[in-house]
């Protein structure tokens, strides 16, 4: 954030403000956690903040500080459009283009208030007022919340461990519990910090990550004995979910979290893909290791984007014509796929 922002948004939260926090389409922990944890922190300083989500967030992040004060736009629409035409400050968490808060897209792009962006995806748009945006040494958004407060703000005496618990949670939950995006002093220092706050990493650990029902568990396991295709010519795999696939294993949102990994846990791969088929489009994950670039990928492909080794898109086509193009692709890029990598 540059030194201009800064004394800009310390000017601006100096009183009392109504604030809105919106997070993108189908929230994250790290949207979640990042979103949280700025509320309980502005909370302390007597503003009035509403946490807007466009749509419904994973049950495993229900037991998060606050998380019943979230309003969703899907169920509550109007009551969102009220809050963000009455806000004084936006704050945009967690994506860095209008089109990622779905049914809320308008209304925030319409609203002619101060917009601030705190994100770590690459290539922000430049529609923002306020930009606190870094990317390759930045592990999650919540990391760099930890950072607005008591670095930006000074406000280390602000921090709690309801927030701790909230950052925490974003940032394990953004690194593959510290397996990706993680190779930075800095976001070792942040969780390190986070602990003063008397938090439990286990116990949240165990609250986000083993709380599968047996339809989720066995969903894996169809994808993995079933929908796993390797392709071992590109170093790459794939693994693709049908509508009858997710009614069979009683799908809920969350449900196929972390199951792309799975496809890059092999060593011989480098890229992978998880295809899962919506009513109106498929929806695509991918990840990669080294230097493949997913996000230039899904951009230049799949009207999407997200980090270099993580990323999501969308093809509006039928489950075979969309993995068609996959394929076709692979082969487009196969010299960058079968380079040496570490
Ligand atoms: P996931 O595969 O877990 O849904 O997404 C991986 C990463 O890519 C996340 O950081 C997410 O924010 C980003 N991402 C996913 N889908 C999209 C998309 O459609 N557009 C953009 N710009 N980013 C996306
Ligand atoms: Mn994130």
């Known amino acids: 954030m540059d030194k201009e922002d800064i004394s800009l948004i310390k000017g601006l939260l100096l009183k009392p403000k109504r604030i809105?926090?919106?997070?993108h389409y189908n929230p994250d922990g790290d949207a979640i956690g990042a979103a949280l944890a700025l509320k309980i922190y502005l909370q302390q300083l007597n503003h009035s903040i509403h946490v807007l989500v466009p749509n419904s967030y994973p049950d495993f992040l229900e037991w998060m500080p606050q998380s019943e004060t979230i309003i969703q736009a899907?169920?509550?629409?109007?009551l969102c459009i009220e809050k963000i035409q009455e806000a004084d400050i936006i704050f945009c968490l967690?994506?860095?283009t209008f089109s990622r808060v779905g049914i809320l897209q308008q209304a925030i792009e319409n609203?002619?208030?101060t917009k601030v962006l705190i994100d770590h995806h690459i290539d922000p748009d430049t529609s923002f007022d306020i930009?606190?945006?870094?990317?390759?040494?930045?592990?999650?958004t919540s990391e760099l919340i930890y950072n607005f407060i008591v670095n930006i703000m000074d406000g280390k005496k602000y921090m709690n461990k309801q927030i701790a618990e909230c950052l925490y949670v974003g940032i394990?939950?953004?690194?593959?519990?510290?397996s990706y995006s993680c190779n930075n002093e800095s976001t070792y220092f942040v969780l390190g910090n986070l602990f003063q706050y008397g938090i439990d990493g286990e116990s949240i650990h165990r609250k986000v990550y083993d709380t599968y029902s047996e339809s989720r568990i066995r969903l894996l396991g169809h994808c993995l004995i079933n929908r796993l295709i390797v392709m071992d010519e590109y170093a790459t795999s794939f693994i693709y979910l049908t509508k009858e696939d997710l009614t069979n294993y009683n799908y809920k949102q969350g449900d196929i979290e972390g199951i792309v990994n799975y496809g890059l846990s092999m060593d011989t791969v480098r890229f992978t893909a998880l295809f899962s088929e919506r009513d109106d489009r498929?929806?695509?994950s991918f990840r990669s290791k080294g230097n493949f670039n997913v996000n230039d990928f899904a951009r230049c492909h799949f009207n999407g984007g997200g980090h270099k080794n993580a990323s999501g898109g969308n093809a509006y086509k039928s489950m075979e014509d969309a993995?068609?193009?996959?394929?076709a692709l692979l082969e487009q890029y196969k010299p960058l796929l079968t380079e040496p990598w570490e």
């Open 20 to 23: 809105v926090i919106v997070v």
């Open 74 to 78: 899907t169920k509550n629409q109007e």
């Open 94 to 96: 967690d994506f860095n």
């Open 111 to 113: 609203s002619m208030t």
């Open 131 to 140: 930009m606190y945006s870094s990317t390759e040494t930045t592990s999650s």
């Open 172 to 178: 394990i939950t953004d690194t593959g519990s510290l």
């Open 282 to 284: 498929i929806r695509i």
């Open 323 to 327: 993995i068609e193009e996959f394929k």
